[in-house]
Protein backbone atom coordinates (compact mmCIF):
# COMPACT_ATOMS: atom_id res chain seq x y z
CA UNK A 1 0.00 0.00 0.00
CA UNK A 2 1.26 3.75 -0.96
CA UNK A 3 2.25 5.22 2.63
CA UNK A 4 0.40 8.62 1.56
CA UNK A 5 -2.68 6.24 0.59
CA UNK A 6 -1.93 4.07 4.66
CA UNK A 7 -1.34 7.52 6.15
CA UNK A 8 -4.50 8.65 4.86
CA UNK A 9 -6.41 5.87 6.02
CA UNK A 10 -4.79 5.18 9.28
CA UNK A 11 -2.95 7.72 10.97
CA UNK A 12 -4.59 10.89 9.85
CA UNK A 13 -6.80 12.53 12.61
CA UNK A 14 -8.63 15.12 12.74
CA UNK A 15 -6.40 17.20 15.47
CA UNK A 16 -3.83 17.54 11.95
CA UNK A 17 -6.27 19.55 9.94
CA UNK A 18 -7.80 21.57 12.55
CA UNK A 19 -4.11 22.83 13.08
CA UNK A 20 -3.78 23.73 9.30
CA UNK A 21 -7.26 25.19 9.07
CA UNK A 22 -6.33 27.12 12.58
CA UNK A 23 -2.62 28.24 10.81
CA UNK A 24 -4.56 29.42 8.16
CA UNK A 25 -7.03 32.02 9.66
CA UNK A 26 -4.14 32.98 12.65
CA UNK A 27 -1.01 32.54 10.96
CA UNK A 28 1.61 31.97 13.75
CA UNK A 29 1.95 28.61 15.66
CA UNK A 30 2.03 30.87 18.84
CA UNK A 31 -1.57 31.91 18.06
CA UNK A 32 -2.70 28.43 17.08
CA UNK A 33 -1.49 26.79 20.88
CA UNK A 34 -2.72 29.91 22.48
CA UNK A 35 -6.06 28.93 20.61
CA UNK A 36 -6.07 25.32 21.66
CA UNK A 37 -4.88 26.06 24.99
CA UNK A 38 -1.67 23.47 24.53
CA UNK A 39 2.19 24.39 24.04
CA UNK A 40 4.24 24.96 20.95
CA UNK A 41 6.24 22.56 21.34
CA UNK A 42 3.17 20.33 21.41
CA UNK A 43 1.15 21.58 17.74
CA UNK A 44 5.68 21.41 16.30
CA UNK A 45 4.82 17.67 17.74
CA UNK A 46 1.26 17.28 15.52
CA UNK A 47 2.76 19.38 12.80
CA UNK A 48 5.80 16.88 12.80
CA UNK A 49 3.53 13.68 12.71
CA UNK A 50 1.54 15.17 10.26
CA UNK A 51 4.62 15.63 7.51
CA UNK A 52 5.83 12.77 8.22
CA UNK A 53 3.32 10.56 7.28
CA UNK A 54 2.54 12.14 4.45
CA UNK A 55 6.68 12.44 3.34
CA UNK A 56 6.31 15.83 2.64
CA UNK A 57 6.35 19.26 4.36
CA UNK A 58 3.26 21.07 5.29
CA UNK A 59 4.55 24.25 5.95
CA UNK A 60 7.86 26.32 4.59
CA UNK A 61 9.75 28.85 6.46
CA UNK A 62 10.18 32.18 4.03
CA UNK A 63 11.73 35.14 5.96
CA UNK A 64 10.43 34.72 9.57
CA UNK A 65 7.24 33.12 8.63
CA UNK A 66 6.23 30.28 8.01
CA UNK A 67 3.97 29.34 5.11
CA UNK A 68 1.50 26.83 3.82
CA UNK A 69 3.33 24.63 1.12
CA UNK A 70 1.00 23.42 -2.03
CA UNK A 71 0.15 20.57 0.17
CA UNK A 72 -0.39 22.34 2.91
CA UNK A 73 -2.85 24.42 1.19
CA UNK A 74 -4.34 21.18 -0.60
CA UNK A 75 -4.75 19.40 2.74
CA UNK A 76 -6.25 23.17 4.84
CA UNK A 77 -8.54 23.29 1.93
CA UNK A 78 -10.36 20.05 2.00
CA UNK A 79 -9.86 20.19 6.07
CA UNK A 80 -12.38 23.18 5.84
CA UNK A 81 -14.99 21.10 3.75
CA UNK A 82 -14.13 18.29 6.01
CA UNK A 83 -15.12 20.52 9.24
CA UNK A 84 -18.40 22.11 7.30
CA UNK A 85 -19.77 18.61 6.48
CA UNK A 86 -19.05 17.48 9.93
CA UNK A 87 -21.09 20.69 11.47
CA UNK A 88 -23.69 19.62 9.09
CA UNK A 89 -23.90 16.12 10.34
CA UNK A 90 -23.93 17.36 13.65
CA UNK A 91 -27.03 19.86 13.04
CA UNK A 92 -29.04 17.38 11.36
CA UNK A 93 -28.30 14.80 14.18
CA UNK A 94 -29.13 17.32 16.47
CA UNK A 95 -32.01 18.04 14.77
CA UNK A 96 -33.15 14.54 14.71
CA UNK A 97 -32.59 13.92 17.98
CA UNK A 98 -34.46 16.83 19.53
CA UNK A 99 -37.69 16.42 16.79
CA UNK A 100 -37.29 19.21 14.72
CA UNK A 101 -36.72 17.19 11.68
CA UNK A 102 -38.11 14.62 10.20
CA UNK A 103 -42.09 14.54 8.47
CA UNK A 104 -45.14 15.58 9.68
CA UNK A 105 -48.52 14.32 8.19
CA UNK A 106 -51.54 16.04 8.55
CA UNK A 107 -54.94 15.26 7.46
CA UNK A 108 -57.44 18.02 7.55
CA UNK A 109 -60.73 18.66 6.21
CA UNK A 110 -62.13 20.72 3.19
CA UNK A 111 -62.96 23.73 5.27
CA UNK A 112 -59.91 23.84 7.26
CA UNK A 113 -57.25 23.23 5.17
CA UNK A 114 -57.35 26.34 3.19
CA UNK A 115 -57.49 28.57 6.09
CA UNK A 116 -55.31 26.58 8.61
CA UNK A 117 -52.69 25.12 6.62
CA UNK A 118 -50.57 28.00 5.13
CA UNK A 119 -50.24 29.33 9.05
CA UNK A 120 -49.48 25.81 10.16
CA UNK A 121 -47.13 25.34 7.11
CA UNK A 122 -45.40 28.79 7.92
CA UNK A 123 -45.18 28.46 11.63
CA UNK A 124 -43.30 24.79 11.71
CA UNK A 125 -41.14 26.03 9.28
CA UNK A 126 -39.92 28.64 11.42
CA UNK A 127 -39.35 26.84 14.50
CA UNK A 128 -38.22 23.33 12.70
CA UNK A 129 -37.00 24.52 9.18
CA UNK A 130 -36.11 20.68 8.72
CA UNK A 131 -39.17 19.52 9.18
CA UNK A 132 -41.36 18.59 5.91
CA UNK A 133 -45.27 19.04 6.22
CA UNK A 134 -47.35 16.52 4.16
CA UNK A 135 -50.85 17.47 3.91
CA UNK A 136 -53.92 15.36 2.95
CA UNK A 137 -57.86 16.66 2.29
CA UNK A 138 -60.73 14.43 3.19
CA UNK A 139 -63.64 13.76 5.61
CA UNK A 140 -63.31 13.28 8.73
CA UNK A 141 -64.64 9.60 8.76
CA UNK A 142 -61.62 8.92 6.25
CA UNK A 143 -59.08 11.01 8.44
CA UNK A 144 -59.73 9.47 11.50
CA UNK A 145 -58.59 5.78 10.49
CA UNK A 146 -55.84 6.93 8.86
CA UNK A 147 -54.71 8.56 12.33
CA UNK A 148 -55.41 5.54 14.27
CA UNK A 149 -53.20 3.16 11.87
CA UNK A 150 -50.37 5.45 11.95
CA UNK A 151 -50.68 7.37 8.63
CA UNK A 152 -51.17 10.44 9.41
CA UNK A 153 -50.16 12.33 12.45
CA UNK A 154 -52.77 14.78 13.23
CA UNK A 155 -56.26 15.63 11.82
CA UNK A 156 -57.77 18.93 11.67
CA UNK A 157 -61.40 18.59 12.43
CA UNK A 158 -64.42 20.27 13.78
CA UNK A 159 -66.33 17.28 14.63
CA UNK A 160 -64.80 14.27 17.35
CA UNK A 161 -64.25 10.94 16.05
CA UNK A 162 -66.99 8.51 15.78
CA UNK A 163 -66.40 4.97 16.54
CA UNK A 164 -62.88 5.21 18.36
CA UNK A 165 -62.53 4.39 21.90
CA UNK A 166 -62.26 7.39 24.00
CA UNK A 167 -58.80 7.38 25.37
CA UNK A 168 -57.24 6.29 21.67
CA UNK A 169 -56.80 10.17 20.71
CA UNK A 170 -55.89 13.18 22.22
CA UNK A 171 -57.48 16.69 21.29
CA UNK A 172 -56.41 19.85 21.81
CA UNK A 173 -58.92 23.15 20.40
CA UNK A 174 -56.76 25.12 18.60
CA UNK A 175 -59.15 27.80 17.63
CA UNK A 176 -62.56 29.15 18.03
CA UNK A 177 -64.43 30.12 14.66
CA UNK A 178 -66.93 33.19 15.18
CA UNK A 179 -70.63 32.08 14.70
CA UNK A 180 -72.29 34.15 11.83
CA UNK A 181 -75.59 34.48 11.11
CA UNK A 182 -76.72 34.51 7.25
CA UNK A 183 -80.23 35.00 6.53
CA UNK A 184 -81.82 35.61 3.32
CA UNK A 185 -82.30 39.70 2.19
CA UNK A 186 -85.98 38.93 3.32
CA UNK A 187 -85.53 37.68 6.55
CA UNK A 188 -87.23 39.32 9.78
CA UNK A 189 -83.63 39.94 11.18
CA UNK A 190 -82.06 41.27 7.48
CA UNK A 191 -82.08 44.72 9.11
CA UNK A 192 -81.16 44.11 12.56
CA UNK A 193 -77.76 45.37 13.65
CA UNK A 194 -77.52 43.02 16.94
CA UNK A 195 -78.71 39.39 17.42
CA UNK A 196 -79.39 37.72 20.37
CA UNK A 197 -79.51 33.66 20.77
CA UNK A 198 -83.40 34.36 21.78
CA UNK A 199 -83.93 36.19 17.93
CA UNK A 200 -82.86 32.61 16.41
CA UNK A 201 -85.79 30.37 18.67
CA UNK A 202 -88.16 28.96 16.53
CA UNK A 203 -86.09 29.36 13.46
CA UNK A 204 -84.40 26.61 11.24
CA UNK A 205 -80.60 26.97 11.36
CA UNK A 206 -77.44 25.13 9.86
CA UNK A 207 -74.45 25.65 12.73
CA UNK A 208 -71.55 24.34 12.77
CA UNK A 209 -69.16 23.32 15.05
CA UNK A 210 -67.46 26.17 16.73
CA UNK A 211 -64.28 24.97 17.58
CA UNK A 212 -61.71 23.23 15.55
CA UNK A 213 -60.03 20.53 17.18
CA UNK A 214 -56.49 18.60 16.87
CA UNK A 215 -56.38 15.40 17.48
CA UNK A 216 -53.38 12.86 18.12
CA UNK A 217 -52.57 9.22 18.88
CA UNK A 218 -52.37 9.29 22.94
Known sequence: ????????????????????????????????????????????????????????????????????????????????????????????????????????????????????????????????PHVNVALQEATSDRLFPLLANGSLDFVLSRTEPVGFGKTEFASHIIMDDPIVVVCGRDHPLANRRTVTPEDLAGSPWILPPSRLLNFGPV
Open 1 to 128: MDPIERFFQAGLKLNHLRLLTLFDSLGQIRLVAEKLNVTQPAISKQLAELEAGLGVSVMTRVGNRLQLTAVGETLTKRAREVFHQLEQARYEVDALTSGISGKISVGAVATVLPVFAPELILELKRRA
